[in-house]
């Protein structure tokens, strides 16, 4: 290797980014989020509220140039606090990611990847789970990047809440279409759930980060009946005259898991 392409390669090494979305922003191969889930204002994941049981998913965004070697941790503190999954993301022909590739379960690191050809991102599903009886305190969920000879590291604080979520398997396929807005997935659960619709039944199938969406808002509705006041008007929603915005629904999932339970989490 000459001399003059080693600036080139420190260069990727310094431009080497780590990046976290909700599961609602899915990301494409070029490392922006993709045109269904465009739309309002990104939030910010630094201090996310996470109910204790359950599951809380987020998207880890590796980007650099093509060719980039990298080494990715998740750090923990407490150390091991949490069950955290991490799972490749794969992108369809239209660069929509949705079939998730299991890379390990009780994942911390290291996992060692490489920036493939004609992409400048690779994205990760990671799925964080914490006992029920969990203390409620922050804790800190950093991933952190070891590219070319450089630490980053996103600096992200999870605040346990009182919240008790019950957890569930990610078995059933809410039926959307994956050029859909990844939310929808989310409105699934709450159209049958305030609309009294029939559960969907389990079925086989490979993990999708649409199943993922749909199990979790299933956690998070346990917990409110459709009565709620935190919860759209019913009988408007049922009739498609309500529309939640961009991320609408982690605000109304902030709501629920903030307010008294209406009943118990079974």
Not at 46 to 58: I, Q, T
Request: charged fraction near 25%.
């Amino acid at each position: 290797m000459s001399d003059d392409m080693l600036p080139l390669m420190a260069l990727a090494w310094f431009s080497a980014q780590i990046e976290v979305y909700s599961e609602f922003r899915r990301i494409g191969p070029d490392g922006e989020i993709v045109k269904p889930d465009q739309g309002g204002t990104v939030r910010e994941l630094l201090s996310p509220a996470v109910a204790r049981g359950g599951h809380a998913s987020f998207h880890i965004v590796v980007k650099g140039a093509a060719g980039l070697d990298y080494t990715l941790y998740i750090g923990q503190n407490p150390e091991g606090h949490a069950r955290a999954t991490l799972y490749r993301e794969l992108f369809d022909a239209n660069g929509l990611p949705d079939r998730l590739e299991l890379i390990k379960a009780g994942f911390q690191g290291p996992h060692e990847g490489r920036i493939p050809e004609g992409q400048s991102a690779e994205v990760f599903w990671l799925d964080v789970e914490y006992p029920a009886t969990a203390a409620v305190e922050r804790v800190k969920v950093e991933p952190q990047l070891w590219a070319g000879s450089h630490w980053i590291v996103y600096p992200m604080e999870v605040r346990l809440i009182e919240a008790q979520l019950k957890s569930l398997a990610a078995d059933r396929d809410p039926g959307v279409a994956v050029d859909a807005r990844a939310e929808s997935a989310a409105f699934v659960a709450l159209r049958q759930h305030l609309c009294g619709l029939p559960a969907l039944p389990v079925s086989v199938g490979p993990p999708t980060i649409r199943r993922f969406i749909y199990r979790n808002a299933r956690e998070v509705l346990a917990r409110a009946t459709p009565a709620s006041p935190v919860l759209p008007d019913a009988t408007a929603y049922c009739k498609s005259e309500i529309e939640l915005p961009y991320e609408g629904f982690l605000r109304l999932r902030g709501q629920i898991l903030q307010a008294k339970p209406t009943s118990p989490a079974k």
